[in-house]
């Protein structure tokens, strides 16, 4: 698939690419165990309106954080002063925790947050060197349990809480893309998380074996309130499912909302890539911002 397509064409996750054998590999070695530098290859060139945050009055950079089987890399940013920060789970996207994510780590460290991200692909491959996107789709993302994620994630919340800076009582968490699917499903595994808020994640379509739910199955018993940002001209997530899981949402109690943003396509917050579109993304941010603000994070 070419980098370009992603968004913008519909993607079939139940008939993947052939995933290539990685051989002399157990399941507890871990393929990344630092994080990437720059932009992961498969984003494509890096567009003009990528954004840099600075680190200025920040504690920022990569962390490991101990897991069940071994460490997982992770980027982290807090405010330099004080402590007993609010925390922000940021979840990736399927590029892994590549700058672009870094650097939201560091925008809502800027706010007062202690910001942290994971890779949560940190077993099953680099996607930072991959250039194909339906490679990366099918050899790594596809590989990836949602238990494991959820796990991690977990211990993630655990490390930020021995760090004496954060206050895991006041936890949001916010994902892009593969992220923003997780975001659904992570708040409704954790009843520690006060709020979340999902950047066109993916609703339905993506079960599997180590994938048994998809987020729209956890709608309509969902307790944690979670905002939608979600793209109109989105072939990846299109319309009617966006409705049908603003239906599921419903028939809960969780208080969740759905917006739904015209003429933009999925990753319109993505500064770094063609498909960005700086209005809805400021618009997003403030919803968000005050999203979580409304609910206690």
Known sequence: MHVMDYGLKAIDFQNPQPATTRRGLSRREFMVTTLATGFAV??????AAAITTDSKGLIAGEVSIPVADGKVPAYRALPAKGSNFPVILVIQEIFGVHEHIKDMC??????GYYAIAPELFARQ?????MADIGKILSDVVAKVPDAQVFSDLDATVAFAKASGKANTARLGVVGYCYGGRIVWLYADHN?????GVAYY??????????KPRDAIDVGATLKTPVLGLYASKDAYIP?????????ALAKGSSGSEIVLFPNVDHGFNADYRPTYDKGAAEYAQG???DWFRKHGV
């Open 239 to 247: 319309n009617d499912v966006v409705e049908n899981m603003r239906g």
């Open 201 to 210: 994640g993916l609703l339905a379509g993506m079960k599997s074996e180590l």
């Open 42 to 47: 498969a984003s494509g060139a890096v567009e």
């Open 287 to 289: 919803l968000a911002n």
């Open 106 to 111: 560091r925008r809502y460290a800027k706010q």
């Open 191 to 195: 009843p520690a998380v006060k709020a």
């Open 125 to 129: 491959g680099d996607v930072s060197t």
